[in-house]
């Protein structure tokens, strides 16, 4: 008995040390086991229409409106708000941001107001969008990127370049 003893000690701190005891062969459990994932489906997609636009224009945000097409462009000294007539890339209106503003994104609450992030000033101007009038603007923290409205248009979804999105009141 004492022998037993003795050999279930050793093949216990050999297995524990790294020893020689029998490990397992690598077979997955049935809990492990592989979910046989399909293969995509291809999918190329159909170009629609093509429709010109201005080739200087750094595009940052864009919205469809009351038929007609905004647009937040970017760059520093280059930045601005446009309404563009989507079958000629005519620009109807335009608004150009003071030259340390990089515009990015825009969206549309409600039924009347453009807002327009900047990059990384920490600003967010709001225009009526009738006349492209600046009726408002907030401060918030860190880089504006995208900007998008909730369907019923009384909240604003951003983004500022990390995994986070703000959901933010549009009234203030």
Request: aromatic residues 10%; hydrophobic residues 35%.
């Amino acid at each position: 008995m004492k022998r037993l003893l003795v050999a279930i000690t050793v093949l216990f701190g050999a297995a524990a040390c790294g020893g020689t005891a029998p490990r397992n062969s690598g077979a997955a459990s049935p809990s492990q086991a592989a979910v046989p994932v399909p293969e995509p489906k291809r999918v190329v997609p159909r170009i629609a229409a093509e429709y010109p636009h201005d080739a200087k224009a750094y595009t940052q945000g864009l919205l469809w409106a009351d038929g007609g097409l905004y647009e937040s462009t970017g760059e520093y000294g280059e930045s601005s708000l446009r309404k563009v007539d989507l079958n000629t890339g005519r620009v109807e209106r335009t608004l150009s941001l003071p030259g340390r503003y990089f515009g990015e994104g825009l969206a549309l609450a409600g039924d009347s107001l453009l807002y327009q992030l900047t990059w990384q000033e920490q600003r967010c101007f709001v225009y009526d969008k009738r006349d492209f009038r600046q009726v408002g603007v907030f401060a918030y923290a860190g880089e504006g990127w995208g900007l998008t409205s909730g369907a019923g248009g009384d909240s604003l979804y951003m983004s500022d370049g990390s995994s986070w999105i703000r959901v933010l009141d549009p009234a203030d």
